[in-house]
């Protein structure tokens, strides 16, 4: 999480903000904070006020709490939506609510910060987004001149974090740095002679785009709504997320693809919080996925015994501690032995593994791990609460035939029966 201060302040210096918080000492310390390298921010009190100001002037970014007297931070930005739809919107709020995080995607606000702050990590975003300012306004204007990109053109983009391609007359006419490096490319040639057609090189999931040609990827962007603009990637076997933007060269058959990275987002909504693996929701996904291509498909399901007992003995952090190390263990025996299963979290205490191949020897190491030497069990060791901690594993086939719901009650039995 590098910050370059001298580069934040040059970003941050032609960038104006609106800061909306109903709390006094918050908006007094935050707006102060700001002040250090925004030279231009304008605080208001509440949604109402903020939506106020809004209409009076312009403002790069606008920096909004959720919950406030009058008119809160969802419907403000709302009615700022309605007015200026592009507006880079950051919102700062003590609750991780899904229904709010579901409410800010379909309003494409992609940035959001937990209070109490981390200054460090609040500094980095607001790094992040003075930064991608920045570039667009350069963007802007470069845009009539982007279809005869030239070298030094091709320089400038390549600065981005924003991965680039332009696709002209349904063909592969530029890629920046960034985006060779989503798809783990050396160069744009060599990204033209193995991946010519660029909806492939995605996953295949729900609200998420996969096209077979160049062609069908622009039709699917020009029609689709901003929830399904979107990639997934698989790297290094972590899912990697991507919103998709689409603008046309005026008097060209050109197309500028923008790729920006909200795995974060994703991961708040997909990711269990512990764990660091995929959550239900998203395991049940891609089962869903890989029902559509088979009869049948064999999963491990796995869980630690004496778990229960854990939390009622040693206390819920003792608990989640156990759960960790047995997810990272899981982890480690993956990556070492198969990168590419995928490994979910179904419910407490049970995951999922879905292995790619022959997986004798995967599934031997895993029932070989060795849940004894868990800090946990140290810690206690000696009291008159002293367990010993084992692993369940069982290899189960579910019958991609039945529906999703079902094969989730399918799956509760067989953890049920371990």
């Not at 960038?15 to 109903?22: A, F, G, H």
């Not at 937990?114 to 975003?125: C, G, I, S």
Request: with cysteine; aromatic share 8%.
């Amino acid at each position: 999480m590098d910050i370059n201060i001298v580069k934040l302040k040059k970003y941050a210096s032609v960038c104006s903000v609106l800061y909306v918080e109903d709390d006094e000492l918050i908006r007094s310390q935050t707006a102060s904070f700001l002040g250090r390298f925004f030279p231009d921010v304008v605080v208001a009190e509440d949604g109402a006020i903020g939506l106020a100001k809004y209409k009076e002037r312009s403002f790069d970014v606008v920096i909004t709490d959720i919950n406030m007297p009058n008119m809160n931070g969802i419907e403000m930005i709302e009615a700022i939506k309605g007015i200026k739809y592009e507006q880079i919107v950051l919102v700062t709020s003590a609750y991780n609510d899904s229904e709010y995080l579901m409410k800010l995607i379909n309003l494409n606000v992609m940035r959001f910060v937990l209070k109490p702050f981390n200054n460090k990590q609040f500094l980095y975003v607001l790094y992040k987004i003075a930064e991608e300012l920045t570039f667009t306004k350069e963007q802007a204007k470069l845009q009539d001149e982007i279809a005869y990109i030239s070298k030094r053109a091709q320089l400038i983009v390549d600065q981005a974090n924003i991965g680039i391609i332009v696709i002209k007359d349904n063909k592969l006419d530029m890629a920046n740095k960034a985006f060779l490096d989503i798809g783990g490319f050396d160069t744009f040639d060599t990204l033209v002679l193995e991946m010519p057609e660029i909806g492939v090189l995605f996953e295949e999931a729900s609200h998420c785009i996969n096209a077979e040609s160049n062609s069908d990827l622009i039709e699917q962007l020009k029609t689709l709504g901003d929830e399904d603009r979107k990639v997934r990637i698989m790297k290094d076997a972590k899912t990697i997320e991507y919103q998709v933007t689409l603008t046309k060269i005026e008097d060209e058959e050109s197309y500028i693809l923008t790729f920006t990275d909200i795995t974060a987002i994703h991961n708040a909504l997909f990711m269990e919080e512990h764990t660091k693996l995929p959550a239900k929701r998203f395991t049940l996904e891609k089962i869903e996925i890989l029902k559509q291509k088979a009869s049948s498909l064999n999963v491990i399901i796995m869980s630690v015994n004496h778990f229960d007992t854990v939390e009622k003995w040693y206390g819920k952090q003792d608990a989640i501690e156990v759960e960790t190390a047995f997810a990272n263990a899981i982890k480690s025996i993956r990556d070492l032995i198969m990168p590419d299963a995928f490994i979910g979290y179904f419910e407490k205490n049970q995951i999922i593994i879905i292995p790619s191949n022959n997986f004798n020897r995967f599934y031997e190491k895993l029932k070989n791990i060795n849940m004894s030497a868990l800090n946990v069990v140290k810690k206690h060791a000696g009291s008159d609460m002293e367990l010993e901690l084992s692993t369940k594993i069982k290899l189960e086939n579910l019958d991609t035939n039945k529906e999703i719901n079902q094969i989730e009650v399918d799956l509760i039995n067989a953890f049920d029966m371990m």
